[in-house]
């Protein structure tokens, strides 16, 4: 979470150079300069990114069937992780009419966030399974406050707790495997980004915002020691963010604000291989985004809305 802030920080300031004559208000990202336009494409080359950091992989950890109702339930810590790309800004010039290509360095993004699904009800007894029965699933992602040196980051609030519903359309038995869809939303929470430099230079990032939402068609089945899982579903990411940038050089100083906000939906397919380990299950999940787009001005040597790979690893305990 800090590397994107930093990486959005040091293309705001770089953009908002004192070269530039008089401050600039950038209330539209898409009819003004190319010192807003830069920041623009940095943050939403970033921000899907994160967007599928947040919404991960199965909405339970590991879990494709329903619960089998109350008073079954499943907690789940995991570490979300996506292999991508950040924007190299190395020797950035600005100023150019036209479009031009940023390099790319390998990077990602990554985010802990824990699980929780709760049985309402078991459904109908179909032969030797049910349907419909119901749980009730959520989600909670944690933002600390930071403070380093010149560094400040602020959560409005340090925790986002999503919610949503699974529905089963086979309950797991010892002869067949559970099948279920689910939707979900989950958010990163708000948050307030403070920069400075030693020469009065400062940049603040507000109101910088991802929300998601996501349906998945799941699997699982239990094997003795293991179980095996796989879904496919849908992700729709929203972010939106606001910035002020004050640079200052001797004399001279610049001042320059901007919001933006975009929206790009993706199919994600993956798969899971869960230990059971009596009351704990250690679980790994691996899978892909693809799809979508993302309208920027310039252009990187490796889309915006490229593929993604992700890994989800954690621990779940279910009664």
């Keep these: 979470m800090r590397r994107l802030m930093v990486v959005s920080a040091v293309a705001l300031t770089v953009a908002f150079t004192p070269s530039r004559a008089s401050a600039q208000t950038c209330s539209?990202?898409?009819?003004?300069?190319?010192?807003?336009?830069?920041?623009?494409?940095?943050?939403?080359?970033?921000a899907p990114q994160f967007g599928t950091a947040i919404a991960g992989g199965s909405h339970t950890l590991g879990i494709g069937t329903n619960l089998g109702g109350f008073p079954h339930f499943a907690v789940a810590l995991?570490?979300?992780?996506?292999?991508?790309?950040?924007?190299?800004?190395?020797n950035v010039q600005l100023g150019a009419a036209n479009p031009r290509n940023f390099a790319v360095e390998d990077g990602g993004a990554a985010m802990v966030t824990a699980d929780f699904a709760l049985g309402l009800t078991k459904g109908f007894n179909v032969g030797v399974t049910r349907i419909g029965g119901i749980d009730l699933i959520g989600g909670v992602t944690y933002v600390p406050t930071l403070e380093e040196d010149n560094f400040t980051l602020t959560p409005q609030s340090n925790v986002s707790v999503g919610l949503g519903a699974r529905v089963g359309l086979l309950q797991q038995s010892a002869l067949i495997p559970g099948v279920a869809?689910?939707?979900?939303?989950?958010?990163?929470?708000?948050?307030?980004?403070?920069?400075s430099a030693d020469d009065g230079s400062t940049?603040?990032?507000?109101?910088?915002?991802?929300?998601?939402s996501s349906w998945r068609l799941s699997a699982q089945k239990n094997l003795l020691l293991f179980q095996?899982?796989?879904?496919?579903?849908?992700?729709t990411y929203d972010f939106s963010t606001a910035a002020t940038v004050n640079v200052v050089d001797g004399p001279l100083s610049a001042t320059g604000s901007f919001s933006d906000k975009a929206?790009?939906?993706?199919?994600?397919?993956?798969?899971?291989?869960?230990?059971?380990?009596?009351?704990?299950?250690?679980?790994?999940e691996g899978g892909q985004v693809s799809g979508g787009s993302i309208a920027t001005q310039n252009t990187f040597d490796t889309p915006a809305d490229e593929k993604r790979l992700y890994a989800n690893v954690g621990l779940r305990i279910s009664f």
């Design 203 to 212: 940049f603040d990032l507000n109101d910088f915002s991802i929300k998601t």
């Design 28 to 46: 539209n990202p898409s009819q003004i300069g190319d010192a807003c336009a830069v920041a623009s494409d940095f943050f939403r080359y970033m």
């Design 78 to 90: 995991r570490a979300n992780a996506v292999l991508g790309n950040f924007p190299t800004i190395d």
């Design 181 to 195: 869809f689910s939707y979900m939303k989950r958010d990163l929470p708000t948050v307030d980004l403070t920069s």
């Design 228 to 235: 095996l899982g796989a879904g496919i579903g849908g992700d």
């Design 263 to 284: 929206s790009m939906s993706r199919t994600t397919m993956y798969g899971s291989l869960g230990l059971n380990l009596f009351l704990v299950k250690v679980v790994i």
